[in-house]
């Protein structure tokens, strides 16, 4: 672009390929064509990283980057460039999933160019969407695409609050194992959002206005980038809540766990008081002494008063005796 190019043209057309640019001469028509231009690449081969190196003079070092994942947030300036790894997450992945998305994103006054191993669905939408429309800058697609990627930690985040509404529901109903599945799941989420949200607010709070001044991409309004360490901020700070309350949904689960075991404890403790007479009278009464047997034990009236009465007697005694005691 030419210096008299950095004032914002409203409208401005900016070429998006088409859905996945896998052939090396595509991705080296797009990058020649003249025009800013977005090229998405979905697991691309190590041909088509060729040409879109050679064709931006990109760095080894941003070569070799491309092809490493599993990378943490990361903001490194070149000549000419900036190379970004930001992350978002993949809302139809169930809970406990590979949830993150790792993007990598080349920046320059010409391209911005993004690499994926997996598919995204969020920048799948941008794709379709923007061959239909007119953009006012080329700084605000720059924008428009880390804004599509850092935008999708909202919806997974009010899945899982809606989850932990509904969990602490059915825990006060009925605690179960499988609640303490979904809690496990859901923590493993946040702890793995918090591991790169927390890096890429810090990322975008310092080097946020670098994006804006590339030598070469046609100016907008900086404040956009400031929008996007608000939205991390704000998704750092849902995702801290969240973990709290999950804590607190645990001990819920732990202390309705302990309250059904210490009731199922007074039940047998009850039932084992109880039985405890009876037990001594039939263990008494069993013994085979002379003085038990030929003159006590050897009428009708001993076997009823005895053998029936006393025991009987004995539990209709303690159940009086536990229910005025509020045990029962």
Do not use: C
């Not at 493993?188 to 804006?212: E, K, S």
């Not at 907008?220 to 980038?225: G, H, T």
């Amino acid at each position: 672009m030419s210096e008299g190019d950095q004032a914002v043209t409203p409208g401005l057309n900016v070429q998006v390929p088409s859905e996945h640019d896998r052939e090396p001469g595509e991705v080296g028509a797009h990058v020649e064509g003249g025009r800013f231009v977005w090229i998405d690449l979905e697991d691309p081969s190590e041909e088509a990283l060729r040409r879109v190196a050679h064709r931006m003079s990109l760095h080894p070092l941003t070569v070799e980057q491309l092809r490493t994942f599993g990378q943490r947030p990361r903001f490194e300036d070149y000549d000419g460039y900036v190379s970004v790894v930001v992350f978002g997450v993949n809302s139809g992945t169930e809970a406990g999933g590979p949830l993150l998305r790792e993007v990598h994103l080349i920046i320059s006054g010409d391209a911005v160019v993004t690499v994926h191993r997996r598919p995204f669905d969020a920048l799948a939408d941008l794709r379709t969407r923007y061959p239909e429309e007119r953009v006012r800058s080329e700084q605000f697609l720059v924008y428009t695409v880390l804004d599509a990627i850092i935008s999708t930690f909202g919806p997974v985040l009010s899945r899982i609050d809606d989850e932990i509404d509904s969990l602490e529901q059915e825990i006060v109903a009925r605690a179960s194992a499988e609640d303490l599945q979904r809690i496990f799941s859901l923590r493993r989420d946040l702890v793995a959002m918090r591991r790169i949200v927390t890096p890429m607010r810090d990322m975008f709070q310092h080097n946020g206005d670098r994006i804006a001044n590339l030598p070469g991409l046609q100016t907008d309004d900086p404040l956009y980038f400031r929008d996007l360490y608000d939205e991390l901020v704000r998704t750092s700070e849902l995702v801290d809540s969240y973990r709290d309350l999950l804590s607190g949904a645990t001990d819920m689960y732990l202390s309705t766990i302990a309250n059904r075991q210490g009731e199922i404890n007074k039940q047998l403790t009850i039932i084992a008081t109880i039985f405890l007479p009876l037990t001594f009278l039939t263990g008494f009464f069993g013994q085979n002494f002379s003085l038990l047997i030929n003159h006590v034990l050897n009428h009708a009236w001993s076997f009823w008063v005895f053998g029936i009465g006393l025991l009987v007697a004995s539990a209709i005694g303690f159940w009086i005796y536990l229910r005025r005691k509020r045990w029962l």
